[in-house]
Nanobody
Framework: QVQVKESGGGSAQAGGSLRLSCRVSGFATSLYHMGWFRQAPGKEREGVAS????????HYANSVKGRFTVSQDSAKGTVYLQMNNLKPEDGGMYYC???????????????WGQGTRVTVSS
């Protein structure tokens, strides 16, 4: 049984930083794609960033490039999302996700965490 559990989040001022963490357990393989989606009130869930556990390859949504960094600690099975220069439009529920392939991940065919809230005030 795959379990996805995220932590972190909270509130920050515009221009500030937050860090999210996520740990996945129970995956049948050590090679998969992990990362984050987010959903603002009244909007659809969108992909934010992903990392491939096998080689560390990363991919970002255009809206967060240059501001967010996804990284992993393989020994801990944990992925991090460092969010810098936050904007009010970055606020919402952030969901950690794990998918078997890059395509699965970005098509939202994932195992999901329960979400953590990020609030950015202007």
């Amino acid at each position: 049984q795959v379990q996805v559990k995220e932590s972190g989040g909270g509130s920050a001022q515009a221009g500030g930083s937050l860090r999210l963490s996520c740990r996945v357990s129970g995956f049948a393989t050590s090679l998969y794609h992990m990362g984050w989606f987010r959903q603002a009130p009244g909007k659809e869930r969108e992909g934010v960033a992903s990392i491939y556990t096998g080689g560390g390859n990363t991919h970002y949504a255009n809206s967060v490039k240059g501001r967010f960094t996804v990284s992993q600690d393989s020994a801990k099975g944990t992925v991090y999302l460092q969010m810098n220069n936050l904007k009010p439009e970055d606020g919402g529920m952030y969901y950690c996700a794990a998918g078997r392939t890059f395509t699965d991940f970005w098509r939202a065919k994932n195992y999901w965490g329960q979400g953590t809230r990020v609030t950015v005030s202007s």
